[in-house]
């Protein structure tokens, strides 16, 4: 079966390498030069508001059965019955189109009038320690694509020693430490704290993970150490002695704090409550915050989101200063400014800019390489503990074919806690969570149906800093 | 046979040989002092007089030149804290402050609080060995809140120097916890350890706080400098964040 799926996805090869390859251009313009005037035109049609669904807290019944033994399995992509069947229509139809070079043949081909065809169904997940081994040469391995076609180098962590960090953040998103993987039998390896990823299955028969932006929260916390000593006990050692005579005090005070000459200096420095009236325009407008009044629009974009990115899924660059907000805190953090990671190959293209706080993942590509790209973005950038924050994934089918089995997770620091009932979702999909190693939650969304390229989704679901 | 030998040969072994003697003795003393310079020794401790192990920590962090850090003095409730500075204190009916402090520098305070149905005052000092990195705009919202709990006042007032060190946590170590103004984690530790070094072990070491159970006398507290201390930058309470909510329209009332 699986060396079927080799023949397939050989003979597809060849296919669009001899004899499609006007189609294979036709695909590849349709996304690379028409993908601002496609999303304009949807734009144009897809309502201004989404209709979140909040999706019911699941039980007991609805959590998937994990495998009980993967391991003689777990480095296998398993066909389902339509997927063989998919396969083997596809090729007669391909070798029966062989002579044709029309773009309808071939995207007809791809979608195949059945939304659910050619995919495997799923059967469960698990997540495991370590990491999958390399998995390139049977369709599985990990994403961000280009970051392994420009490294050369499969075990390439790609954030290990990019994303700077502080211990005065909490941070959410990107894919931290081990790499993530998902291996054919729904297994998923390297999922660490904080990691949020989406991961998809393509009609060729690969499985993909694409990790999303990192998300920082301002959110420091303080814990006390105490020590009581008891003069008494003490009273015969020399300091205490001193301290009764106050020669002890004389002695420290008239000497090391003759700098109180600095003191004084320090009294005129502190003319600087000028910052005071600073601080008068502040509480204005906090004033103001009062005044509006407008967390009451459920079922609609929050003003944090209003990004492009986040309504109609298109990066626009005047927008990149506001994502990039709190980024003068974190160069304190960091000596090495500017453009942390740029690249431009054939292959899609990552431009990833680690300077900033909400970093920017801007993903392109060129050809018809599958690609989920996963957005994230938060309420507040700064919050104290016990205050809830609103997290908003946006995920984008960025290729020209449609993708299958998208799931997005997110497993959740230690210091954010999941708000019960609060995860909603744009389109169909199955809410899972489970607990993790960090004392907080997986969240799981499994979206039902395949979807199409160049659409996407929106989540949301609210977490307590704690 | 006669005994051949080289002179060349006797010539080399013994240069080789002391040269390899040498080698091991320097190597051997190198380890011995290796061994001594990783002893657990730190420059400063919480022993040092009172705005000490700031004035090092500014000497040795840049960042710290200039900066004035936000604290938040966080007294019980129904006690009164007010700043103690040139040479007289403010007046204040308020268990809570914000105040800007520099490093360096070392703030007193007075606070007036009830033991046992006995009116008591004492004067706590407060240094900063550390600062924050708050977003541009949000440093006064997120101050150091050093919380003086009645713990503290009544061991003070026993007789006892209370010695307390406020130290940032690391996020990926931290226990969830319920979050309170008023309640600050804290343990004590043992005379043999220095809370300084301990807090700098779970974290970040941020604030001094000691309150002894010495008071001034009147002259001392009219000098300029009144008690060696300095006065701070005033600063607004913090804005309490409204939780953000999602409401239906439908639920809003009509």
């Known amino acids: 079966m699986i060396q079927f799926a080799k023949n397939v996805a050989m003979i597809k090869t060849n296919f669009a390498t001899r004899c ?126 280009g970051r392994h076609l420009r490294q050369k180098d499969p075990r390439y962590r790609h954030n290990k020693k990019r994303l700077t960090r502080s211990d005065e953040y909490v941070y959410d998103g990107s894919d931290r430490e081990a790499r993530v993987q998902v291996d054919g039998d729904w297994n998923i390896y390297g999922m660490d704290s904080e990691d949020t990823f989406g991961h998809f299955d393509t009609l060729d028969g690969k499985r993909l993970v694409s990790p999303s932006n990192r998300v920082d929260i301002y959110a420091p916390r303080f814990s006390a150490v105490r020590r009581v000593d008891n003069m008494q006990n003490a009273k015969y050692s020399s300091q205490v002695t001193q301290f009764k005579r106050k020669e002890g005090t004389v002695l420290s005070r008239a000497s090391d704090f003759s700098a109180s000459t600095k003191q004084n200096v320090a009294l005129d420095t502190n003319e600087t409550t000028l910052k005071a009236v600073g601080f008068r325009d502040q509480t204005r407008g906090v004033l103001t915050d009062n005044v509006l009044q407008l967390r009451g629009s459920r079922e609609s974009f929050h003003p944090y989101e209003n990004f492009d990115l986040i309504r109609w899924g298109k990066h626009s660059i005047s927008e990149t200063t506001r994502l990039e907000a ?15 990671a740029f690249g431009k190959k054939v292959q899609p293209i990552i431009v990833n800019d680690t300077v900033s706080l909400q970093q920017i993942v801007t993903v392109e590509t060129d050809d018809d390489n599958a690609i989920l790209r996963v957005t994230k973005v938060a309420s507040k950038i700064a919050a104290r503990p016990g205050e809830e924050v609103e997290f908003t994934i946006r995920f984008d089918n960025l290729s020209p074919r449609k993708i299958g089995n998208v799931t997005l997770i997110d497993n959740l620091t230690n210091r954010l806690q999941y708000v019960a009932g609060t995860a909603e979702c744009s389109i169909d999909a199955k809410f899972i969570h489970t607990d993790n190693d960090s004392s907080s939650l997986t969240l799981r969304w499994e979206i039902d149906k395949p979807v199409p390229a160049g659409k996407g989704g929106v989540i949301r679901f609210k977490c307590r800093v704690r | 046979m006669p005994n051949f030998k080289s002179p060349i040969h006797s010539w080399f072994k013994a240069p080789v040989l002391l040269t390899a003697l040498a080698t091991v003795a320097c190597i051997g003393a190198c380890t011995t002092a290796q061994a001594q310079l990783t002893r657990d ?55 809570r402050v914000t105040v800007g402090m520099k490093a360096g520098l070392l703030y007193r305070f007075r606070i007036d609080f009830v033991d046992r149905e006995t009116p008591r005052t004492l004067y706590p000092s407060v240094e900063i060995v550390d600062r924050l990195y708050a977003p541009e705009g949000l440093e006064n919202q997120f101050p150091v809140p050093v919380v003086i709990s009645e713990n503290d006042l009544a061991q003070a007032s026993g007789g006892k120097m209370v010695t307390k060190v406020v130290y940032l946590e690391r996020s990926e170590s931290t226990v969830p916890r319920r979050p309170e103004e008023t309640e600050q984690p804290w343990f004590d530790v043992t005379g043999a350890e220095d809370p300084l070094h301990v807090a700098g072990r779970l974290g970040r070491p941020l604030a001094i706080l000691r309150i002894g159970s010495r008071v001034p006398t009147a002259g001392e507290l009219a000098g300029p400098s009144a008690f060696d201390s300095s006065r701070p930058v005033v600063l607004p309470d913090p804005v309490k964040s409204v939780p953000s909510q999602v409401m239906k329209l439908s639920d809003q009332p009509r």
């Open chain 1, 20 to 145: 499609i390859a006007i189609p294979l251009a036709l695909a590849t313009g349709i996304f690379a030069s028409s993908t601002a005037a496609a999303q304009q035109a949807e734009a144009q049609s897809r309502p201004a508001v989404i209709q979140l669904r909040t999706l019911p807290t699941p039980d007991a019944k609805t959590m998937p059965a994990v495998p009980a033994d993967t391991a003689t399995q777990k480095n296998q992509f398993k066909l389902t019955v339509a997927q063989e069947e998919f396969f083997q229509s596809a090729s007669a139809r391909m070798a029966s189109a062989s002579q044709d070079t029309s773009s309808a043949v071939y995207l007809d081909f791809l979608s195949d009038g059945d939304p659910s065809h050619g995919f495997a169904e799923r059967t469960g997940f698990a997540f495991r320690d370590g990491e999958l081994e390399n998995k390139i040469d049977n369709g599985v391995f990990p994403v961000p694509l």
């Open chain 2, 41 to 95: 020794h730190q420059l400063l401790n919480s022993k040092m007089p009172p705005g000490i192990v700031s004035q090092q920590k500014l000497m040795g962090n840049a960042r710290l030149a200039g900066h004035t850090q936000p604290v938040r003095i966080i007294a019980p409730d129904g006690s009164r804290v007010a700043i103690v500075a040139g040479g007289g204190t403010t007046e204040s009916n308020n268990s």
């Open chain 1, 326 to 340: 709190g980024m003068q805190a974190a160069n304190v953090w960091q000596d090495n400014l500017g453009l942390q």
